[in-house]
């Protein structure tokens, strides 16, 4: 192994934050994927030298580590086989639905459980390598709820924070696993456990007597080992400056304009952006669409839709089959309400880079984020960030984490189709000093809330001093 393997902070996550190139001439080089983790978290690990711990998205043997813009990364190798089980497996049709409510029935198999204990400790053993004495240790989100109680057995001196993304349920649903016990006592390793919002810190904290017989006090709980355990909301946000900056520059302001011009100058676009999951509300808000264009309350071509669907976890039935509803229900709305040349909801399932996405949200007059269930929604907060003219309506689930901090945005239901109908429509035709007074509102809470304070307010959560956290993008 390169160099020693001794940070003082380290991030553990599924994933690291690189994807692979491969040169022309054969060679291998990493560059960088966009993300608000990475940007929120680099200056730390830059200024720490920290490690990043993940798998490289390869399967099969990991390459050894390397130092990428200033970040020590340590690749984990996951074989063809715990990609199935402990990823979209355990991870992806078990933890996933479970934790959303379960809007899809979660798939409970023992043979992925095992998958998902073998590689969580392989996770944590490398952690226990890298970390250096009394180092503090970032592990997120659902893949591996198990590394804190592990690492801690392995290296009782390091501090443990974790950060599940997704919502956590409630006690009932969170009943139904099979491995409740372990994946509890996993979370409860942690010094810090925080979530998106206070409803699932609440959620975390009632399990614990209720499975555990622990006596939680506010936000902290006595674990069985005598250790206290926080648990509370850090709801996070996006680097608001850069996406303001991506937003203003001349190549998205023109490329805006040509997309305009591509869809026929419509009125209005309505805009909706999501990975392709069944959490999303995607068949829902389609259907709200349709239903508005049969009652004639819209009409084609003045006002036409605009569907992302980015590929998502394609070898899991559950999102294979929405794939398939959701292009049969645009491929029927554009046969009962497009024209030759003007569909009536263009939808794009790619993937596309941060100009190409800022240029959507700025010809996006109402833009339509509806999922059932989620733990924040950064789309929104891209949307609101991208509106530098403070216009433009969000049309927003209350069941996004999103909602508690986007308060001014148009509320819906997302379960009742004719609350998500009626948001659309009220967001198209509210005044615009409505949608300017509302936009403007939520830009400005943005800007005091955006990815580097949801970090700040974590570590300092987990102890680190204010000061040691306020680094700068350019340190
Ligand atoms: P996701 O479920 O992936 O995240 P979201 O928060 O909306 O949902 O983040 C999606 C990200 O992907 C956004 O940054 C968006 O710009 C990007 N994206 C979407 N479509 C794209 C496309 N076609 N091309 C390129 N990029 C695209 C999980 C949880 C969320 C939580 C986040 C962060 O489910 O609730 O907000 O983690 O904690």
Request: hydrophobic share 40%; net charge neutral; proline share 6%.
């Given at each position: ?65 390397f ?87 392995l ?54 007597r ?11 709980v ?15 946000s ?33 805009l909706?952006?999501?990975?392709l999951?069944y ?123 999103a ?56 570590l ?16």
């Amino acid at each position: 192994m390169p160099e020693s393997a001794e940070s003082s902070f380290l991030v553990v996550a599924n994933r690291l934050p690189v994807d692979r190139l491969t040169t022309p001439d054969g060679e291998t080089r990493w560059r960088r994927s966009p993300g608000g983790l990475v940007t929120a978290l680099q200056p730390v690990l830059r200024a720490e030298a920290g490690t990043w711990v993940g798998w490289s998205g390869d399967e099969g043997a990991a390459p050894e580590p390397f130092t990428l813009d200033g970040m020590r990364l340590s690749p984990v190798s996951l074989t063809g086989e715990e990609l199935r089980d402990y990823y979209e497996g355990f991870s992806n049709a078990t933890l996933w639905p479970l934790y959303h409510d379960a809007v899809e029935q979660p798939a409970f198999h023992r043979h992925w459980w095992r998958s998902y204990e073998r590689v969580n400790r392989r996770f944590a053993e490398r952690a226990a390598e890298e970390a250096g004495r009394d180092a503090l240790v970032w592990v997120q989100d659902y893949q591996l709820q198990l590394v804190p109680a592990m690492l801690r057995k392995l290296r009782p001196d390091v501090r443990i924070g974790f950060f599940l993304h997704i919502p956590f349920p409630p006690t009932e649903l969170f009943m139904q696993l099979p491995n409740r016990l372990e994946v509890l006592r996993g979370l409860l390793g942690a010094d810090v456990v925080g979530f998106q919002s206070p409803g699932a810190a609440q959620n975390f904290l009632r399990l614990t007597r209720q499975l555990l017989d622990l006596r939680p006090r506010g936000h902290r709980v006595v674990a069985e080992d005598g250790r206290e355990v926080l648990a509370e909301s850090f709801p996070i946000s996006i680097d608001v400056t850069e996406t303001e900056a991506v937003a203003g520059t001349d190549v998205v302001k023109d490329r805006a304009a040509e997309l305009r011009r591509e869809l026929g100058e419509p009125r209005h676009v309505i805009l909706g952006v999501d990975r392709l999951d069944y959490t999303k509300g995607i068949e829902q808000r389609i259907k709200a669409f349709r239903e508005l264009l049969s009652d004639g309350e819209l009409s084609v071509p003045d006002v036409v839709m605009v569907q992302v669907a980015t590929p998502s976890r394609e070898r899991v039935e559950h999102y294979r089959a929405l794939r398939r509803t959701v292009e049969r229900e645009v491929g029927r709305i554009n046969g009962d309400y497009g024209r030759v040349g003007v569909p009536a909801v263009h939808y794009l399932h790619q993937s596309y880079n941060r100009r190409e996405l800022a240029a959507l949200y700025r010809i996006a007059d109402v833009m339509v984020v509806t999922p059932l269930r989620d733990g924040m929604n950064l789309v929104a907060k891209e949307y609101v960030a991208t509106r530098l003219e403070n216009d433009g309506a969000l049309v927003l689930s209350e069941f996004a984490g999103a909602a508690a901090d986007l308060r001014q945005a148009f509320l819906v239901n997302p379960h009742d189709l004719d609350a998500v109908k009626s948001g659309m429509l009220t967001a198209i035709r509210a005044p615009v000093e409505d949608r300017r007074r509302r936009m403007k509102a939520m830009r400005r809470y943005l800007r005091g809330h955006d990815v580097k304070h949801w970090a700040r307010g974590f570590l300092t959560a987990l102890g680190v001093p204010e000061t040691a956290t306020a680094y700068d993008s350019d340190n």
